[in-house]
């Protein structure tokens, strides 16, 4: 049961409906998720979220169909919840049923480069950030550059944001 309850547009803190408004104009639901109505408690919560998606969006090196993955990788350090929109959000950039699955237990998507830097970030989310220098060696060697293996990052620190959040609040799944 969710510790939060959950807001709509009209009745969400003034400071939140604008943000709120963009998030259920861009989603098929016609309503905010769960996930969205809860944090529309805080704008502040709202506003980092929002930011963060926002600025993967527009500053990512990375195209949209790895940045999806990214968030998939990192999304094992979530819940079901966190999963579910990771996984939606890859089979949305084109990954198959089966590279989801891989995506999501850390198997072989039959695609080397993405598959090192993918592992990269699972390790990074699953250990506060932390990864062997096996494995950054190995995404290094794989063609990985510096800019991308720091861009990686934010989709790590995204995920977990996002993940921590349906934790903390216990958001009852929508999606």
């Known amino acids: 049961m969710s510790r939060i309850p959950v807001h709509t547009v009209e009745n969400a ?5 604008p943000l709120l408004q963009r998030i259920v104009q861009s989603t098929p ?4 998720a ?9 704008p502040a919560v709202l506003t980092a979220y929002t930011s963060l998606r926002a600025v993967l969006a527009e500053q990512s090196t990375f195209i949209p169909k790895a940045g999806a993955a990214l968030m998939l990788a990192a999304a094992g350090v979530g819940n079901s919840y966190m999963i579910r929109i990771a996984s939606r959000l890859a089979q949305m950039n084109g990954w198959t049923d089966d590279q989801v699955t891989a995506l ?4 072989s998507t039959n695609d ?11 390790e990074a989310a699953a ?10 060696d190995a995404a290094k060697h794989g063609g990985w550059n510096d800019a991308q293996l720091t861009d990686a990052f934010a989709y790590v620190g995204a995920t977990v944001f996002t993940a921590y959040y349906l ?3 216990q958001t009852d799944l929508d999606i």
């Open 104 to 107: 999501t237990t850390g198997t």
């Open 13 to 17: 803190p003034a400071a939140s409906r």
């Open 127 to 136: 250990n506060s950030g932390n990864v062997t220098d096996a494995t950054w």
């Open 29 to 32: 639901m016609e309503r905010p």
């Open 34 to 42: 769960n996930l969205h109505a809860q944090m529309a408690h805080s």
């Open 167 to 169: 934790n903390y609040a």
């Open 112 to 122: 080397t480069k993405i598959d090192l830097l993918t592992g990269l970030v699972s």
